[in-house]
């Protein structure tokens, strides 16, 4: 018999998929709405940080500390970045009534989860290094 561990995907995989999902379609509304990313630069931006974040997750299913270091600085980032600047309205981020006026009540939960996803793999990435920090000789 396999064990429980071979058969479901770690929890850090799933949060990071997540927060990619949500990520992917909050850049996706603020480009429909013409918010930001209208330099080609910025929006060029957006799949090399999703890259270097898959990237950090292979690195963090090996158990290797640079992958949770990688994941644990993106999504502090960006849960700074979109959750916490648009629910306090932080560096002229439009708040959740703005968007929900604009795009729908679908792209403030995706805000929302988004915001819950990126603080979910910084908390397991918080954990993840904690133990391999004090893993016993």
């Given at each position: 018999?396999?064990?429980?561990s071979?058969?479901?995907?770690?929890?850090?995989?799933?949060?990071?998929?997540?927060?990619?999902?949500?990520?992917?379609?909050?850049?996706a509304?603020?480009?429909?709405?013409?918010?930001?990313?209208t330099?080609?630069?910025?929006?060029?931006?957006?799949?090399?940080?999703i890259?270097?974040?898959?990237?950090?997750?292979?690195l963090?299913?090996?158990?290797?500390?640079?992958?949770?270091?990688?994941?644990?600085?993106?999504?502090?980032?960006?849960?700074?970045?979109?959750?916490?600047?648009?629910?306090?309205?932080?560096?002229?981020?439009?708040?959740?009534?703005?968007?929900?006026?604009?795009?729908?009540?679908?792209?403030?939960?995706?805000?929302?989860?988004?915001?819950?996803?990126?603080?979910?793999?910084?908390?397991?990435?918080?954990?993840?290094?904690?133990?391999?920090?004090?893993?016993?000789?």
């Amino acid at each position: 018999m396999r064990d429980a561990s071979a058969r479901w995907p770690p929890p850090i995989l799933v949060a990071t998929l997540l927060s990619v999902l949500f990520g992917s379609l909050h850049v996706a509304d603020e480009v429909a709405r013409g918010e930001q990313y209208t330099e080609p630069g910025l929006l060029l931006l957006v799949p090399i940080v999703i890259v270097v974040y898959l990237y950090g997750a292979s690195l963090a299913l090996r158990d290797n500390e640079l992958g949770y270091w990688t994941l644990a600085v993106i999504s502090a980032v960006g849960f700074y970045s979109v959750f916490l600047a648009h629910a306090f309205e932080l560096s002229g981020a439009p708040s959740a009534e703005d968007i929900a006026a604009a795009s729908g009540s679908l792209f403030v939960w995706v805000v929302i989860m988004q915001g819950a996803a990126g603080l979910g793999v910084l908390l397991l990435c918080i954990a993840a290094l904690a133990r391999l920090r004090w893993k016993p000789v």
